[in-house]
């Protein structure tokens, strides 16, 4: 079935460091990937998005490409902030008319000043 | 435009308790999702309706959960009774619909569930 493996957390890095969190995925068809943000406290909202191979979704500095012959959608952002301290998600939709998102667990990253 | 809203935002209840939790999903889109989260097991779906009918409920606990959609701007997760282990945070995200896998979820602001 499909899947998605993210790296695990927490990972901390300091102020204007480089930030690459790892995702791979195993799903069958056409996959459309995600990348989701949760901020303390509050809801998941969408970061970037992939709908087809090769495309590059960007946002806020960060950057992810659909890989499919890695399988692969690894999130970078070339210097995180203090303010990007949040927990993410890669998930995958499936083609079709199923809208479950398949998730991945989460990995919090800490941003020190 | 209005998210998804949520109530209540928190909710403090003893065991044994009936508890609703709430959900007015964004106008226009026609399919929900109830997601519960915790730091052990992290974000699991529960069950999600398309055009208000349930369509996948497997994520559902067991029998003292159950959800309901009886039209397109309201839907309710119902836990009776409820008990410590419940305690967590619930999300409910809707999306829009059509034959495109690639529509996003919006999530509302989750309702944070403590059972004493």
């Known amino acids: 079935g499909n899947s998605v493996t993210q790296m695990e957390g927490p990972v901390t890095l300091s102020e204007e460091a480089f930030l690459t969190i790892n995702c791979t995925y195993t799903?069958?068809?056409?996959?459309?990937l995600f990348w989701y943000v949760q901020y303390p406290g509050e809801g998941l909202q969408l970061l970037l998005k992939?709908?087809?191979a090769d495309d590059k979704g960007s946002n806020k500095g960060f950057e992810a490409t659909y890989r499919k012959e890695t399988t692969s959608f690894h999130l970078e952002k070339g210097s995180v902030q203090v303010s990007d301290s949040a927990v993410y998600f890669c998930?995958?939709?499936?083609?079709?008319?199923?809208?479950?998102?398949?998730w991945g667990l989460g990995t919090s990253l800490a941003v020190n000043p | 435009d209005a998210g998804v809203i949520q109530s209540p935002r928190h909710e403090v209840t003893e065991m044994g308790q009936e508890v609703t939790l709430r959900c007015k999903p964004i106008?226009?889109?026609?399919?929900l999702f109830w997601y519960r989260q915790t730091m052990m097991r992290g974000l699991e779906l529960l069950i999600y309706?398309?055009?208000?009918?349930?369509?996948?409920d497997s994520g559902m606990p067991e029998d003292r959960f159950s959800a309901k959609m009886p039209n397109a701007s309201f839907s309710t997760l119902k836990i009776q009774p409820s008990e410590p282990r419940d305690s967590a945070v619930y999300f409910c995200?809707?999306?829009?619909?059509?034959?495109?896998?690639?529509?996003?979820?919006?999530f509302g602001d989750g309702t944070r569930l403590s059972i004493l």
């Open positions: 106008s226009g889109h026609n399919s």
């Open positions: 799903a069958t068809g056409y996959p459309s």
């Open positions: 992939a709908t087809k």
């Open positions: 309706f398309n055009n208000n009918v349930p369509i996948d």
């Open positions: 995200a809707s999306t829009q619909a059509g034959s495109s896998s690639n529509q996003p979820q919006h």
């Open positions: 998930a995958l939709s499936s083609s079709g008319n199923n809208r479950k998102l398949i």
